[in-house]
DNA sequence: CCTGCTAATTGAGCATCTGTCAACAAACGC
DNA sequence: GCGTTTGTTGACAGATGCTCAATTAGCAGG
């Protein structure tokens, strides 16, 4: 009959909250569930139920679902990957091993969300293989100043943006029980030197 | 009034073919597609259009949406990355030099597919990541077989693993017109051997 | 305390896309 | 020719991204 739509909802059941509040809750739900499944199998409808809302208000919120993933991701990459700081006093391979052990230890303890985060990320979608493509671009950089390198050739450059990514695909397939994580942050340290000594050396 | 469907389709226009052919005809056709845009960017609704069939009968040949694009990704994915064959007579820097140079010309060659293939791979689909993942571990003795080292510790195979995903990496962002293909090559070819022989060395 | 405005929230509906089902028709054997 | 096999199809069902008008909770001012 009523072409208007009649709520029923139980009055005291929908809690309310300030438009910060919820966005930052919804990417957390979001982070939550995404963990266990990649995007495209996660329908809006378990975020939003997940969350107890209404799918229409998680598109109130974020215009599309592209949007909402590229919220997820960015925020959380964020999070996780905030700047390590350098030793500063040490001498240069001392200062890339730190790296190197700071970056194991995340995965170590991170292993779920940061596969998440970099193998599911994308998932086709543009904006996050920009994303990605410029953390990994941020952190030549960093690499190349903890090694005293601070100018370099486009060829060093180059290398050294393939070795950072060698080396997450090596410590994400890294089994503690063939390899101690010793030995591992050990080679790459040397690994990471000696690329670059190459590299140098050769311009 | 008719509940059956009354089929109007021209008599002429249907072709029939076997199911073999069609089969390669719409692998042929998904990934025609499947380089310009992403697989969830891509209704099958297109694919059959451009195929000249309905919808209905590509389910008829893929079960799932799935199936079709593991069936695209590994056919395209064995015939691009056929079994590249070593040179016998030359020395162990000789072959890894021509297998660095072969990867190099396979990409200049055919990059759009390579990324289409590679990035775009998986989308989160359990199975593709599986795949690159055998196949990039298959690749592993390949190339330590050219280097003259069938038997290496599990530190070696998974430093050359991650070197091999760091080389994809560097060809893959490689500007020509900065660095020479020359330069890349040579640069790549000693960075296996000396990480091959950092990683030999620590056993 | 009430009134009215702002903004958070929602149900209903639309469009698109995946996957199913029974029916039709083109080739092939007898 | 006739029946069987199987390539092929239109129509339908279910799920999901996304839109819109309506509803209501909170808050400011009288």
């Given at each position: 009959?009523?072409?208007?739509?009649?709520?029923?909802?139980?009055?005291?059941?929908?809690?309310?909250?300030?438009?910060?509040?919820?966005?930052?809750?919804?990417?957390?739900v979001?982070?939550?569930?995404?963990?266990?499944?990649?995007?495209?199998?996660?329908?809006?409808?378990?975020?939003?139920?997940?969350?107890?809302i209404?799918?229409?208000?998680?598109?109130?919120?974020?215009?599309?679902?592209?949007?909402?993933?590229?919220?997820?991701?960015?925020?959380?990459?964020?999070?996780?990957?905030?700047?390590?700081?350098?030793?500063?006093?040490?001498?240069?391979?001392?200062?890339?091993?730190?790296?190197?052990?700071?970056?194991?230890?995340?995965?170590?303890?991170?292993?779920?969300?940061?596969?998440?985060?970099?193998?599911?990320?994308?998932?086709?979608?543009?904006?996050?293989?920009?994303?990605?493509?410029?953390?990994?671009?941020?952190?030549v950089?960093?690499?190349?100043?903890?090694?005293?390198?601070?100018?370099?050739?486009?060829?060093?450059?180059?290398?050294?943006?393939?070795?950072?990514?060698g080396?997450?695909?090596?410590?994400?397939?890294?089994?503690?029980?063939?390899?101690?994580?010793?030995?591992?942050?050990?080679?790459?340290?040397?690994?990471?030197?000696?690329?670059?000594?190459?590299a140098?050396?050769r311009?």
């Amino acid at each position: 009959m009523a072409v208007t739509p009649d709520v029923v909802s139980p009055p005291g059941l929908t809690t309310r909250m300030s438009a910060d509040a919820r966005r930052a809750q919804l990417i957390e739900v979001g982070w939550e569930l995404l963990q266990s499944r990649p995007i495209h199998e996660l329908p809006l409808d378990d975020v939003a139920s997940a969350a107890g809302i209404s799918r229409t208000l998680l598109f109130h919120y974020f215009p599309t679902k592209a949007d909402f993933y590229f919220a997820v991701v960015s925020t959380m990459g964020k999070r996780l990957l905030h700047p390590p700081r350098l030793p500063e006093g040490a001498g240069a391979p001392d200062r890339i091993r730190s790296l190197v052990d700071g970056f194991v230890r995340l995965v170590e303890r991170n292993r779920l969300s940061y596969t998440a985060l970099v193998r599911g990320a994308g998932g086709g979608d543009q904006r996050i293989v920009e994303l990605i493509a410029d953390t990994r671009d941020a952190l030549v950089p960093r690499w190349l100043d903890a090694a005293d390198c601070p100018d370099t050739s486009p060829l060093t450059r180059l290398i050294v943006r393939g070795w950072l990514v060698g080396m997450e695909e090596t410590v994400l397939a890294w089994d503690p029980r063939s390899v101690s994580r010793e030995a591992l942050v050990d080679h790459l340290t040397a690994s990471f030197l000696a690329e670059l000594a190459l590299a140098e050396g050769r311009t």
